[in-house]
């Protein structure tokens, strides 16, 4: 089970953490990811990382967002940076049965519930 929070109202300009704790099974041997869902549009990659670590992010990232984990609390967290109001969004993380990365939604295989990132102007 993945358990997203962290999620909340930021002005333009400010930061978030994301967080997505894991329970019930052990993720070390699976890529993550998180994706998005603005209103009206489809669920978008935002960044994942492989088993190994390495990390991937899409294009409109742009140096603004980290993904991360912490394999001791089987927690990835998304940091957000510099936000727009182009980034309100469901923010969803989720996991794949296999250890390399996906960039998209039907390559996941389990998915938390998703948090709210709203960012005003």
């Known amino acids: 089970q993945l358990q997203a929070s962290g999620g909340g109202l930021v002005q333009a300009g400010g930061s978030l953490r994301l967080s997505c704790a894991a329970s019930?099974?052990?993720?070390?041997?699976?890529?993550m990811g998180w994706f998005r869902q603005a209103p009206g549009q489809q669920r978008e990659f935002v960044a994942g990382?492989?088993?190994?670590?390495?990390?991937v992010y899409a294009n409109f990232v742009k140096g603004r967002f980290t993904i991360s984990k912490d394999n001791v609390e089987n927690t990835v967290y998304l940091h957000l940076t510099n936000l727009k109001p182009e980034d309100t969004a469901v923010y969803y993380c989720?996991?794949?049965?296999?250890?390399?990365?996906?960039?998209?939604?039907?390559?996941?295989?389990?998915w938390g519930q998703g948090t709210q990132v709203t960012v005003s102007s």
């Open positions: 989720a996991a794949r049965s296999r250890s390399s990365w996906g960039r998209h939604e039907h390559e996941y295989d389990y």
């Open positions: 019930g099974r052990t993720y070390s041997n699976s890529a």
């Open positions: 990382f492989n088993v190994a670590g390495n990390q």
